[in-house]
């Protein structure tokens, strides 16, 4: 039920656990936190620790094993028409046009097509694309195809934008471009954005807050305000020292988790020789 004073995004007590055998794998651990309406908040951890499942989770794509997701109040147990994600690697329709691949969120909610195409040809021009509509996706370098695959992720006009890695696959001058640009329509729209990255000066440029997890199972480590005035300079001495802060964070982090691995290689390599001395 949604109540007034509700949270834009809401996890309380999250656990996922991932049994495939002959494996299981616990990706989040009793994960909690709560996001602004209109916040930009970035998401770093140690690699494999569970950001994408996070993120996965949220646009509707996976279940917790316990614990609740809530948008607006309202449990979130499938894809929402209102949150939408860009993912890493683009997974454009390479058979559709750069024009009806931004439509094709608003072809599924049955948007008459002339309305679509305008929406999508606004949208086309707002990430300087203008010029493109009919090339297929085999036609554009990576930072268009990440243009398209913004374009697309605002056609459906969503309040919230899930971004996965979203500038790791490009040259770094286009991501420079593309974060801007991000920055901008975050600025205008006011929309709620989360994007996972495993580049810290991206999160501490774009971010208002930061959600720093833990090695696997993650767990919320810290949750770090980025106050910095935007436009910001990575070379600003403020800057620097955040950078300091996190990047110590997280080496702590990777220094945990490698101990814990070694650890339990310990623990079985001394079950063995109990298994020989028997
Ligand atoms: N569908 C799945 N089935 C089984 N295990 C999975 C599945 N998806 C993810 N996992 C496991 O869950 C853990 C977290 O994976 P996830 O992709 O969320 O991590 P990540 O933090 O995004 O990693 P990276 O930084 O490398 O992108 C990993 O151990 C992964 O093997
Ligand atoms: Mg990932």
């Given amino acids: 039920m949604a109540v ?3 949270m834009h995004v809401e996890f309380s007590n999250v656990t996922k656990v991932y049994s495939e055998p002959p494996q299981t794998v616990t ?3 009793n994960i909690s936190f709560q996001i602004h309406e209109g916040e930009f908040v970035c998401i770093v951890g140690p690699s494999g620790c569970g950001k994408s499942t996070l993120l996965r989770m949220i646009a509707g794509l996976d279940r917790p094993s316990s614990g609740e997701i809530r948008f607006k109040g309202d449990l979130l147990t499938a894809p929402h028409p209102k949150i939408s994600m860009v993912f890493q690697t683009f997974a454009l329709l390479p058979w559709r046009t750069v024009l009806d691949n931004v439509a094709f969120g608003l072809e599924v909610q049955n948007v008459p097509k ?5 929406t999508a040809r606004e949208l086309l021009g707002m990430v300087g694309l203008k010029d493109s509509e009919k090339l297929y996706p085999k036609q554009l370098s990576g930072g268009m195809k990440q243009r398209v695959g913004i374009a697309r992720a605002l056609a459906i006009d969503p309040e919230v934008v899930l971004m996965d890695e979203a500038f790791s696959a490009i040259d ?4 420079e471009a593309l974060r801007e640009e991000v920055a901008e329509i975050h600025a205008e729209t006011q929309k709620t954005f989360l994007l996972v990255t495993h580049n810290l000066p991206e ?3 774009l971010a208002d807050r930061i959600l720093v997890l833990s090695a696997r199972p993650a767990r919320v480590k810290s949750i770090v305000p980025i106050e910095l005035l935007r436009p910001r300079s990575p070379t600003a001495s403020d800057f620097v020292s955040i950078h300091k802060d996190i990047f110590s964070l997280l080496q702590s982090e990777l220094e945990a988790s490698i101990m814990r691995h070694r650890l339990s290689g310990l623990k079985e390599f001394q079950g063995l020789r109990d298994m020989e001395d028997r």
């Avoid at 002339?114 to 305008?118: D, Q, V």
């Avoid at 770094?172 to 991501?175: L, P, Q, R, S, V």
């Fill in 4 to 6: 007034d004073n509700w």
């Fill in 27 to 29: 990706a989040l651990n």
């Fill in 114 to 118: 002339r309305e679509r195409e305008n």
């Fill in 172 to 175: 770094e001058f286009t991501a």
């Fill in 203 to 205: 999160a501490i440029e």
